[in-house]
């Protein structure tokens, strides 16, 4: 299945660039685009072209926070026709349902994650790309479009307890847009990325709560055909990175978690094209790449999040995966170009 983002999602990028005193054209060329091919934000396109274009306009920039930059002034509307539902849902925990349904149609790669514990939620934002490779751009944007929406479902005053950032903390003078934009605690070099909140904020009546307005706007999505649920692909993909560290990321758990018996599952997955041994190893080499380029983690904490119970374990399947053993990936990490 092909992995597209609306062209909405690079909506304030141009003016951003421009605001940075930079060209984009060159660095659209690169990724085989163009300023045309984000004039409709309804467009598709290619999502590694997108992760790519961003990570290249903050090197060209010299801005380690466009993505953050880009985030600050978006709207909900920049969502879709989807906004209508998003915003007029009774609580943010179903805003948040909504954004997920809809999550294929806005974002392929998006994976949103809520986990509740001790009185805390963590909204946890992951991007599944098919050929994993740096993207602190994209993760920061989507975060920071994550955090616009619960402001508009709860109200502009609200803020997390904390934002949680895989990324390294940048040069001193980057820190004013993430103290303006996030207003809270930020947490860098992190193990994920992600708001946490407290759990009662879930079930907060949303101040544009409207059950008719709500309703009127799935008829209208389900009309022009926008309505689809996720498919089995979609939630697999979901669980299995909820489920890896507690090494747990079997079939046997997901079709469980899904209500649904194994043979079910499986045969879903096969109407999709998708088999779930390929999906856990698609999901482990994608969040292995994220775990080792994150300098805080030692390689016995990677293991343990991808559900390995040693390193010895871990280190053979990354040697097989990829052709060279883990510790000396993340050197290789670690001697490319590094934004601070």
Known sequence: MAQVVRAASLSGYLECMAALGCDPVPLLREQGLSRASLANPELTLPAQAVVRLLERSAEASKCATLGLRIAAGRVLANLGTASLLIVHQP?????????????????????????????????????????????????????????????????????PRLVCLTG???????????????????????????????SVDLDRPGVLADPGMAAH????????????????????????????????????????????????????LDSEGEQFSVMLGRARK???????????????????????????????????????????ARLVKASGPNLR
């Open 91 to 159: 609580t943010l925990r179903q805003a948040l349902a909504a954004l997920g349904e809809f999550r294929g149609r806005i974002n392929s790669t998006l994976v949103l994650g809520v986990s509740e514990q001790h009185g805390e939620a963590i909204l946890r934002e992951d991007l599944a790309l098919a050929n994993p490779e740096p993207a602190r751009q994209s993760h920061e944007l989507a975060l920071g479009v994550l955090l616009r929406l619960c402001r508009v479902v709860l109200g502009e005053s609200w803020s």
């Open 168 to 198: 390294p903390p940048p040069a001193f003078h980057d820190l004013t847009i993430y103290r303006r934009l996030l207003r809270c605690e930020v947490q860098f070099d992190a193990e994920f990325n992600a708001l946490v909140v407290a």
């Open 217 to 268: 706007a799935r008829q209208l999505l389900d009309a022009v055909g926008q309505g689809t649920a996720r498919g089995a692909g979609e939630q697999v993909e979901g669980l299995i990175r909820l489920l890896l560290p507690s090494g747990r990321a079997t079939i046997e758990a997901c079709a469980a978690a899904l209500g649904l018996t194994v043979r079910t599952l499986q045969r879903r």
């Open 286 to 328: 994608q969040l292995a790449a994220q775990y080792l380029a994150n300098p805080r983690l030692r390689i016995t904490d990677v293991a343990a999040m991808l559900g390995y119970s040693s390193v010895a374990a871990f280190s053979r399947w990354h040697a097989g995966a990829f052709g060279i053993p883990a510790r000396k």
